[in-house]
């Protein structure tokens, strides 16, 4: 049993508990032990491609954490989280929003090589320990920046903010709201290199909007050669682990290796 299963990760499944799931399915499928790893780590709050290793194809895990990935995320405006994202304590607020216009100004700066300082609830080892195992034992966690790169930065779609939000200021009718654009959220598309963080990328573009946000929805669409359309659902999943057909469930170890020279 040697192949790739490319998932498409459920919200609230860390990619941990979806290697067990993996596991636990070959194994009603009658395959016996056979190893598995993931090729590459995808928050709970997360969802999309998770490429999962079986056998022989573990040892292209590392390559595949090398590979660039495209995500799909909503930057929420106003306010800012601990853990940059949907869960977590609010750390910051603004009132400040921004228009479209401006939107599409600051991701020029986002886009090609940048600096980033990863988040301090992430998978990163400080002194042999992972940043947030400190960060939620109250510790003040320190990251340095790293070097990434942002290869392409578009927008998908854009939330107005709604009438409510204008209601503590009755010199903005919701004529101007209307002309100004003023956005409560903006999803994008980021195709970016290994080591990207888009809870950082979400905070930053919102510092440079002259306001704070953080990551409502966070969706991986490609991780190296493997995208969407050739992942399965966890049922899918389950139900090859109750008998259903091999069939495309599995991908060939070479499906891994299609974007390399021969």
């Known amino acids: 049993m040697h192949g790739w299963i490319i998932l498409d990760k459920?919200?609230?499944?860390?990619?941990?508990?979806?290697?067990?799931?993996?596991?636990?399915?070959?194994?009603?499928?009658?395959?016996?032990?056979?190893?598995?790893?993931?090729?590459?780590t995808l928050d709970p709050l997360a969802t999309g491609v998770l490429p999962i290793a079986l056998g022989e194809a573990t040892k292209l895990c590392g390559?595949?954490?090398?590979?660039?990935?495209t995500y799909d995320?909503?930057?929420?405006?106003?306010?800012?989280?601990?853990?940059?994202?949907?869960?977590?304590?609010?750390?910051?607020?603004?009132d400040v929003r921004p228009t479209l216009e401006q939107v599409q100004q600051a991701l020029a700066q986002f886009t090609g090589p940048i600096e980033q300082v990863p988040p301090a609830y992430s998978a990163i080892k400080i002194d042999g320990k992972r940043a947030y195992d400190l960060a939620r034992a109250g510790?003040?966690?320190?990251?340095?920046?790293?070097?990434?790169?942002?290869?392409q930065l578009t927008i998908c779609h854009a939330e107005l903010v709604s009438a409510s939000y204008f209601d503590r200021d009755e010199s903005k009718t919701l004529k101007q709201v209307q002309g100004d654009a003023l956005l409560g959220s903006i999803t994008l598309t980021a195709d970016v290199s290994k080591g990207t963080y888009i809870r950082s990328l979400a905070r930053d573009i919102a510092y440079a909007l002259g306001t704070v946000g953080h990551?409502?929805?966070?969706?991986?669409?490609?991780?190296?050669?493997?995208a969407l359309n050739s992942a399965i659902s966890l049922d899918k999943l389950n139900a090859f682990g109750q008998g259903a057909a091999q069939e495309d469930i599995i991908l060939p170890i070479e499906a891994g290796l299609v974007d390399i020279p021969a």
């Open 139 to 151: 510790e003040v966690v320190e990251m340095k920046s790293r070097a990434v790169t942002v290869y």
């Open 215 to 226: 990551v409502s929805m966070l969706r991986r669409v490609r991780a190296g050669p493997f």
């Open 73 to 94: 995320f909503t930057i929420y405006f106003g306010t800012e989280t601990s853990g940059l994202d949907a869960e977590g304590e609010v750390v910051a607020t603004s």
């Open 63 to 69: 390559r595949m954490l090398d590979a660039s990935k």
């Open 10 to 40: 459920p919200l609230g499944l860390g990619s941990t508990q979806a290697v067990a799931a993996v596991k636990r399915n070959l194994r009603s499928a009658g395959f016996g032990k056979v190893k598995v790893g993931h090729g590459g």
